[in-house]
């Protein structure tokens, strides 16, 4: 089988460069992916896969029926979604939308999910059971997994697979990672409400600027002495808007900002522990506060037998040195996680760094890019591992 695979990715190559160079160049942001999703659907249905469009909005499956008898489905989800990003590669295929770029490899993601179902449509006859492709809209705000489901994407399914690129990884490596791979991440307000006075008696008011700045300081101190080290917590304030004029003491500002961890326990009890710092600060100012936490995507945990499985199917087909079991998570978010609440499941990392270069500038940077030879890397360890499911 592995040979089989490996065969037809090198004949597909080039048609995987130039569906990746289509993807590029006609980046759409979330929400707004039609005109991939109709791509997308095009070459799955050329492709002899049963094809349902609009899954979860603007999102695409494609199901490929083996000709066994098991009633086990495997998913594949890759993400489609650009950034609102202005694109300064200087690419021959760069972006034609202005302010919108593939900053995160979605368009890999996309790619090798179609390359992994013209492989395993040629190879249907040696599939005991069926394969769900999910091609997923707006994983960017983490809105698409969740719309994905409500639509019916993971009914019935037995296990998830997925994919990210990692520009910290060589092209035509894989990195893998048993346990927590990404960190849950939450939106975070606090309104500090004082009273407004004039700019030289800030003793006849309560400075709203200023007990936010005590709000900020403190949070991230107590983080490193009420907080397990171990546990990390990274809380981030992006935004502070406050103030009516230069002379005029503010008497409300708002900090809007996002919150990561890694464990479930700790994630629980963040929002209390963070309205009891900004109340304690709050009260002994004299302010008002308002805060609001909302809880967003969970992180992702990867299954160990399914990370497993990937780890098999990449060293089968490409060495244990081109294979790395990652030492670290991420503490970025992915709504992958939201799979998981319905089947196991596991991503893998595929690296898509240039070797020769000095910097591989990294993902969300206007400078991305991506060693388009790691597209048959992903193709390859994805089909393969798709292949051995049935086995696993």
Known sequence: ????????????????????????????????????????????????????????????????????????????????????????????????????????????????????AMILSQLAEELPGKVRFLFQPAEEIAQGASWMVKDGAMNDVTAILGIHVFPSIPGGSVGLRYGALTAAADDLEIIIIGESGHGARPHEAVDAIWIASQVITTLQQAISRTQNPLRPVVLSIGQINGGRAPNVIADKVELKGTVRSLHPETRANLPAWIENIVANVCDSYGAKYEVKYRQGVPSVQNDYTLTQLLQSAAEEAWGCERVQVLPEPSLGAEDFSVYLDYAPGSMFRLGVGFKERPTNYPLHHPQFEVDENAIITGVVTMAYAASKFWNS
Request: hydrophobic share 35%; net charge negative; with cysteine.
């Open 1 to 116: 089988m592995l040979t089989d695979i490996k065969d037809l990715a090198t004949k597909l190559a080039p048609r995987l460069i130039e569906i990746r160079r289509h993807l590029h160049s006609h980046p759409e942001l979330s929400g707004q992916e039609y005109q991939t999703a109709a791509f997308v659907a095009g070459v799955l249905s050329s492709s002899g896969l049963h094809v349902q469009e609009g899954v979860g909005k603007t999102g695409v499956i494609g199901e490929l029926q083996g000709t066994g008898e098991s009633n086990r489905i495997l998913a594949i989800r890759t993400d489609m979604d650009a950034l609102p990003i202005q694109e300064r590669t200087g690419l021959d295929f760069i972006s034609r939308a202005s302010g919108v770029m593939h900053a995160c490899g979605h368009d890999v993601h996309t790619t090798v999910g179609l390359g992994t």
